[in-house]
């Protein structure tokens, strides 16, 4: 057997000594000198190396480990030129510009997947969601505009990718496009109507959606109030819900909770995409390869995007990411103008605000934040169902300390309430009370939101006014904000709000454990 090589510190191999080589002599005057223990200054040092040289090769590993487990991942991408023959493009901004369009596309669920999360009926194979999200230049923001799937759009000519027909320029609703021609169509179509260059492409259908929340590990979604839908048989009391893949989906699809249909259905999806960003920047997925890997498998598995879009592309978007939290995103739906438009043989299609339209793309081509970035100090603000603008109040002191009535009023006026305080005194009281008529019991519970802890008192004929009895409890307010931003005042002419407006609060701020 041959003798065995040892390891040389620098990282070469030296030949063990031979049994039969001639031992070294030591010269007779050369004595080895007493060897002093390390000083504590010296091996605080040499410990502190040797940290900082074991995380230099994690990070390189993890680097490394993350492109190699990515690029197995990159052939199971469905490729599409989504830009082939494009021709009189829109000027590149600065950012990143990406569409996502979701489609309806169900292949891959088995019938048992289909008959529970409601996803048995003919797919229309067009775009159900259609997204523009824009990464910023210095990778410290990413914006995301909705586009509704009804609005009114200009096909320009093409061929259609079914009957192989040559059409003319002619009105549709926004989400026809894919359905006539495709990716290159879609891109066509919002490229003209938003003068954004889209640099990348990606499709996703309902087969990667689910796939991708439960390799997140589900999302938190957080409604005050309840939520049921019969088509998609989404049903969600009021409260936090920890939503795995085929509920996330009938939450992001449902459109049947109220008047507000498809713009309803927009916001929902923007708290999905916050909450996604929650998951994956708090829960450590950015940082892990492994888990990365696990997330990008199930999501690329299944989804189509353009040539351009590979594995550098996702590692630059996830180390772009690292530094992100709810409140790096922004979102913001289409203003719309008053009236919409009907076409005859299509239907009532939305029409975009042209002003508002086009100062918001102007903005976006110009890099600039479309929200408000420096979050408020303190806890979150509790989402209430009737923003609190919209709801009066009367309070009364029955603490027998002068002032109280008008300490809580002033903090209902702070957090957005129209209150004010009663005059003269009413009877002790222990606990305080929200006195209510039951016609305005969702304003009622808008308020109870506000005054934890407080009781609520029916009281016909009351009216309008909400009558708060502060007791003896004393009650501190808390801070609340609409739950649908449309209805709540804006501090931007575009609409926008953080992700951390639309997700589930925190107690003091504090971030979600991973």
Known sequence: MPPA?????CGGAVPAPSPHSPRPRRSPRARPLPRRPPSRRRRALRWAVRGLTGCSVAVLLAAGAGHTLLSGV???????????????????????????????????????????????????HCTDTLMIVHLSADHSRASVVSLPRDSYAMLPPHVDRTSGEHHHEHPVKLNAAYAEGGPQLTVRTVEKLTKVK?????????????????????????????????YTGLDLPAGSHELDGGQALQYVRARHIDAAS???????????????????????????????????????????????????????????????SPSSSEFVSMPLAPKGRHVPGIGDTLVWDADRAKALFTALREDHPLAAHKPAAGPAPLPVDVPPQQISVRVLNGTGTAGEAERVAKALRATGFTATAGTGTTDPAARTTIAYDPGWDRSAKSL??????????????????????????????????????????KENKYGAVRGDEVTCPREGGAPRPP
């Open 448 to 489: 109870a939101t506000a005054v934890p802890h407080a009781n609520l008192v029916p009281r016909k004929g009351l009216g309008a006014t909400l009558e708060v009895t502060v007791g003896k409890d004393t009650p501190a307010v808390a801070k609340v904000r609409a739950e649908d931003p449309a209805q709540a005042p």
């Open 5 to 9: 090589r040892q390891c040389h510190p």
């Open 74 to 124: 990159d052939h199971k991408i469905g490729r599409v030129d989504a830009f082939k023959g494009l021709a009189g493009r829109p000027s590149a901004g600065h950012g990143m510009n990406l569409l996502l369009a979701g489609t309806d596309e169900r292949e891959g669920l088995d019938k048992g997947t289909r008959q529970r999360y409601r996803l048995g009926g003919v797919p229309c």
């Open 262 to 324: 498809d713009l309803g259905r927009m916001q929902r999806q923007q708290r999905f995409l916050a909450a996604v960003v929650e998951r994956a920047t708090s829960g450590g997925t950015l940082f892990n390869p492994v888990r990365l890997n696990e997330v990008a498998d199930a999501l690329l598995s299944s989804v189509r995007a353009d040539k351009g879009f590979g594995t550098d592309e996702i590692l630059d978007l996830a180390r772009a990411m690292r530094g992100f």
């Open 198 to 230: 889209i640099d990348h492409y990606v499709e996703v259908d309902f087969t990667s959606f689910m796939r991708t929340v439960d390799a997140l590990g589900g999302v938190e979604i957080c409604t005050a109030k309840p939520l049921k839908d019969s």
